[in-house]
């Protein structure tokens, strides 16, 4: 009975979200999703790829927590449309999902942007479970955290297609093992693109933003 509560929830997700996708395809948008647990420095990495990225492209981002705006404030600084969502409003829900993109679209001005990024509730758990609609979804963890993160929440990094290692800065002050979380990472999800950086010096954030500017590239010359 539960299970099939949980696939309805999905299949309406679902469809909100195709049609999500087809209006991000239709105004141009290169939509980016962005999760992690609390506290792995995703507001942050935004922070520092908007300094980098956003006078070549014209970006926005919707910013999910469950209360505050502080996320928003922050990001805003950086003078690109920002829009916070409070899921408060919808529930308290522990994500996002797909009808709250779309209200959120709805109150963003998308003409001329050219890249979304959705900042989402921090939860490496049920994120992962709602399609929002996005191109691409990337996985922030960060050096303070457990190299065992991927193994433990196996589905969040199977469904993402670039993940980043964030505040490479602290390595020297820890014991964490930068090699044996991106063997774990692979052992999840082979292959898939990993960036080492620190979103507090800069340090590797080239290779990131250089990611991300080709795949706005792709997309606007029509590969998927
Ligand atoms: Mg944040
Ligand atoms: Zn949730």
Redesign the pocket.
């Known amino acids: 009975m539960e299970i099939k509560v949980v696939r309805k929830v999905l299949s309406v997700n679902e469809r909100m979200a195709e049609q999500n996708r087809r209006l991000f395809f239709e105004k141009g948008v290169y939509v980016i999703n962005i999760m992690s647990s609390p506290g792995s420095g995703?507001?942050a990495l935004l922070e520092k790829t908007l300094s980098r990225i956003a006078a070549d492209i014209p970006t926005a981002v919707i910013v999910g927590d469950i209360c505050t705006t502080n996320?928003a404030d922050r990001l805003a600084l950086s003078g690109v449309p920002v829009l916070q969502i409070n899921t408060d409003a919808f529930g308290g829900e522990c994500h996002l999902a797909a009808h709250v993109i779309e209200k959120a679209v709805d109150e963003l001005n998308l003409s001329g942007i050219r890249l979304l990024f959705i900042?989402n509730v921090?939860n490496l758990v049920c994120p992962a479970e709602f399609d929002l609609g996005e191109d691409r979804r990337v996985v922030v963890m960060s050096t303070t955290e457990g190299e065992d993160k991927p193994l433990k929440y196996p589905l969040m990094f199977r469904t993402c297609h670039a993940a980043v290692i964030n505040k490479s800065d602290l390595l020297p002050y820890l014991d964490y093992d930068l090699q044996q979380a991106k063997t774990n990472i692979l052992t999840v999800h082979p292959e898939m693109p990993i960036f080492t950086v620190s979103a507090k010096t800069g340090e590797g954030m080239e290779a990131w933003l250089d990611w991300i500017k080709n795949r706005v590239r792709e997309k606007s010359s029509g590969v998927k």
């Open positions: 995703k507001t996320d900042e921090g």
